[in-house]
């Protein structure tokens, strides 16, 4: 797009569009990254494909609320966003007694821990701790995966609607027969007390979650532990999914909670 295009570009944003802007404001925010700090205004029109004009107004709202930056080679992140990263961390950290029975779990068997929960049709990982191993299974904090899937999901489901597991049968690759084997699934979990997963979500991983429960006894997250499926021999499981379940109990005990988490 050039600089002729711009003001069409400005009479369309004009019709519709305090939304566009908002959400061309957080494209270019989105470019930023532990990789890219710092963006220039030629990476900004090249990703976007927006006018300049149009750019540099976005980018001196973006530097006049705070949230941009200005910086010798660009544009970095302004004290805005650390403002509101701060917030966002303080509520939505789990608590630093979860964080400890979750290292010491994953120092003590070898592999990564994490804790879901349940979000519509998707699985939120908030908290992870990391296998000390070198070959191990990465999940950030924030990354989203679906619920027809994995062993985590199979705990979170226990108490799912029918409406919502057609939903996420319809939505896996196996579409809608796929319902009889998520009600299963939960069944299964449910009776067990855990439940495990092999390639299901990520080829060659295997998964063992546990439920971490409210005081009454509802689902309110998984913990799990993950790693690759050749550290996951059958007479393993049995050994994690109980240390799990002690874990779980523990952090439960300690009255987790968090805003993802059901009834928030």
């Known amino acids: 797009m050039d600089e002729r295009d711009a003001p069409a570009e400005a ?5 519709g569009t305090g939304v566009r802007s908002v959400r061309r404001a957080l494209d270019i925010l989105g470019l930023l990254s532990e990789d890219r700090p710092v963006i220039t205004l ?20 973006l530097e006049e609320s705070g949230l941009l930056w200005s910086h010798p080679s660009g544009y970095t992140a302004g004290p805005g966003l650390w403002r509101w990263a701060y917030l966002a961390r303080s509520q939505w950290e789990v608590p630093r007694e979860t964080r400890k ?16 929960v349940a979000r519509d049709v998707n699985r939120v990982c908030v908290a992870h701790e990391e296998s000390p191993h070198p070959l191990r299974h990465v999940v950030d904090v924030g990354d989203e995966q679906p619920l027809w899937a994995g062993a985590s999901s199979k705990i979170l489901l226990r108490d799912a609607s029918d409406p919502l597991l057609r939903r996420l049968a319809a939505a896996s690759p196996r579409g809608e027969a796929h319902v009889e084997r998520l009600r299963a699934w939960a069944q299964e979990a449910a009776q067990r007390g855990y439940a495990v997963s092999s390639s299901e979500w990520d080829e060659g991983l295997t998964a063992v979650a546990v439920p971490v429960t409210s005081r009454s006894g509802t689902v309110i997250a998984s913990l799990s532990l993950s790693g690759p499926s050749q550290r996951f021999p059958y007479e393993a499981v049995e050994r994690f999914a109980t240390d799990l379940t002690e874990a ?6 300690q009255g987790f909670s968090h805003p993802l988490g059901p009834g928030r």
């Open 101 to 116: 029975v979750m290292r010491d779990l994953a120092d003590r068997l070898g592999e990564t821990v994490n804790l879901f």
């Open 42 to 61: 030629r990476e900004i029109t090249d990703a976007t494909g927006l006018a300049k004009t149009t750019v540099l107004r976005l980018v001196q709202t």
């Open 11 to 15: 009479g369309r944003e004009q019709q």
């Open 248 to 253: 779980a109990a523990l952090i439960s005990s």
